[in-house]
């Protein structure tokens, strides 16, 4: 029965087919009508059944165009892609399937604009529709209804701050009315202090409600303590004293802290006082020459432990007074012990004039290469020891047990003794000089070779400074002005005097065909990752002749070697301030003009808001490069261009990042940052209250069509309580504290 059901829906459905089609008589026919698929997804099978391959998978509301139906009705034939023979191919879908209308619930639904049916008033809701381009579908929704457009209020009876008053407004579009109670605010008078605040009780004030009398009572912070440091250990000059501070006023002790004696510098410190002690350890030899970067870090806290274990100080890596006084010994000039050469190391000694403290130094030869280093040192050496006729392998650039055999075949043919897993400076040595004589002194175009058929120029350019560790690239190219074709394959990096015959690191960088007469350049880009020393380094480049492979190389180029810190982030020196005991200085400021108080015990400021401006380290300032960072207002900025300018730095002007500049402080301290609108950065520090010297000085020149005016005394705090404005902020506010009080307030205009 169901399949006779099923049959005669197909039949219905291709008679469906066949009178839409006698509709459309005087339309051009291109086939049946489509059908669609009615599920998120179906199979169409190669044959009528379930059992047999699936062709391909259909997505739910993809149309498909019928070609044959089974006899029993309950498949349907479709043209499908047959990707692996090509053309196309009769695929079954069971009929149940597919339906003669688009499936709206399989739709992704691409809505038109919405249509307003009823616009929204503010009595009624609006109407508004919209439809699926793809299935028709509408989508309905009301407008909310729109808010009253209230009138002025008007009052019915007036109010006071204690009686209810009663007013009403009507809505200008529909008129509707609206009414509510209301008070009026009340009219206070001045505060009045009623109890003083003391370091260890809150105060209170009041103000009085001229019309109805309420009363309004506010508390107020204690005062700060008056502190003074009392010791109970005193500091030497080799370790830290202890004491606290106590109120000169009520007798409250904060906890006991350490503090060191004048002159003491620790880690984390920055700054020329760093950079001193960094210099003396160079000089010692204790600490690398790129250390002495003014941040006194891990490593520099590591080399003064070994220089105090060697004195038999205590090793704890502060610089005491007694530290940095042993540190500055008067040495005279090195005397050589033992001579160093290119396979044992030396020793050297000086003395100091004041003391007779001796300082040894080794003076190492080093270690060049070792088993299972990789890079362009070892590929060079792979390639070399060929050419001298021992096969290390492949150039892979990995120091293993070939290149150790071939540098011990080449030991033995020479009288040499090497040492298993280790290249030293005197092996390659030993090795370059028998490749350079392989090399006719005429080949060289310092020594004839201008006029010959290979003639190299090389240029070399450092890409940047050096990082942290030493490490720094360089830019090479090479042209050949020769009259024949070359290849070349060796750069080679020297250091000292520029012999090429007895220096120690070859790169290998090979492949590259040089035409003739400047007909092409090549270039590239190498790193120098070992640790130079003092002195220059050189370069010169080897080509071999296309013609009889004749082997040239080109002129030497040097540069000096000079290692700085690498890529860095700055960030705003920290400052450690009690804002309860302020230090005697300047401090930007924020407060409320009405929290400036007289009491019983004097004039203070209540509620205020202590900051510092940011100031950066100036030898970080000094070092700054594009790619390093600086940390502005809590917020990291890349540095992608450094320019100087008269009284500082201009950091990425014209560059789509963050531009501003850094300016010198006057004592040339340090450098605060100014952005487009001139103003400096600061960091809050604290919140406090302030006592006001007797004789305290407010100057207001918050007003540029104004002159500034000046008060002193018990007039400081009329003044500031009946200012016109009550913008006290950091930007143009400073207060300077003397003895913890206030002696003198600066306002000043800021756009």
Known sequence: MNKWIKLCAMIALVLAIVLSVTALADVPYNGPLPLYVNREKIKVYREQNTKSKTIV????????????VSDDGQWIGILVEDTKHGGQMIGWVQAELLVDYFPQSLCD????????????????????????????????????????????????????????????????????????????????????????PTCSEQGERQHTCKVCGTVKTQALETLPHDYEYQVTLEATDHSAGVRAKVCRNCGASTAEESFDPEGTIRRGDRGEAVQTIQQLLVEQGYLNAGGADGIFGGGTEKALMKYQQDRSLNPDGVAWPQTIDDLQHDFGPWTTVQEMTRSQSGERVRVCNGCGFEQHEVVNAGTVLEKGNRGENVRAMQQI???????????????????????????????????????????????VNAWFDTIPAENWKGEGGLESPVNLALTVEPAGEPDDSGVRAYNWSLTNLGSEKAMFNTLLLTFGEPDFTKEDLVMVLDGFELQTNAGNSVSGSFNVDVDWGEGDLNFAAMAVSEADGSKWLSNTVSYENVVNPGEKTIAPMTYDIDVNNLPDGIYPVSF?????????????????????????????????????????????????????????????????????????????????????????????????????????????????????????????VEAMQSSENDYFVPYNTTLRVEGGKVVEIHRVYVP
């Open 385 to 431: 020891i060929k050419e001298v006729g021992y096969d290390a392998g492949g150039f892979d650039g990995i120091y293993g047990k070939k290149l150790d055999a071939a540098l011990a075949g080449f030991a033995a043919a020479n009288g040499m003794v090497v040492e298993e897993g280790k290249i030293r400076p005197s092996d390659v040595d030993a090795v």
């Open 57 to 68: 998978k259909i997505k739910g509301a993809q149309a498909v165009t019928p070609e044959l």
């Open 592 to 716: 409320d003009r009405g929290d400036v108080l007289n009491g019983a015990s004097g004039t203070f400021m209540n509620a205020v808001h202590i900051y510092t401006e940011d100031w950066y380290d100036i030898l970080d300032v000094h070092t700054l490069k594009a790619g390093d960072t600086v940390i502005v207002e809590g917020e990291p900025v890349p540095v992608l261009s450094v320019e100087k300018s008269e009284n500082g730095y201009s950091v990425n002007e014209g560059q789509d990042v963050r531009e501003f500049w850094f300016v010198s402080k006057d004592d040339n301290n340090g450098f605060c940052i100014q952005g487009l609108d001139d103003l400096t950065t600061y960091t809050e520090q604290g919140v406090t209250t302030l006592l006001l010297d007797a004789n305290v000085s407010f100057t207001d020149a918050w007003d540029i069509e104004k002159e500034p005016v000046t008060v002193t005394g018990d007039a400081v």
């Open 109 to 196: 639904h691409h809505w038109s604009d919405w249509t307003v049916e009823k616009e929204a008033t503010c009595t009624e809701k609006g109407y508004r529709w919209r439809t699926c381009v793809i299935c028709g579908i509408r989508d309905e929704k009301d407008i909310k209804k729109k808010d009253h457009d209230w009138g002025k209020w008007k009052v019915q009876k007036e109010a006071t701050c204690y009686t209810k008053g009663k007013r009403t407004h009507t809505c200008k579009n529909c008129g509707y009315e609206e009414s509510e109670e209301y008070y009026e605010d009340h009219d206070f008078g001045s505060w009045e202090m009623t109890k003083e």
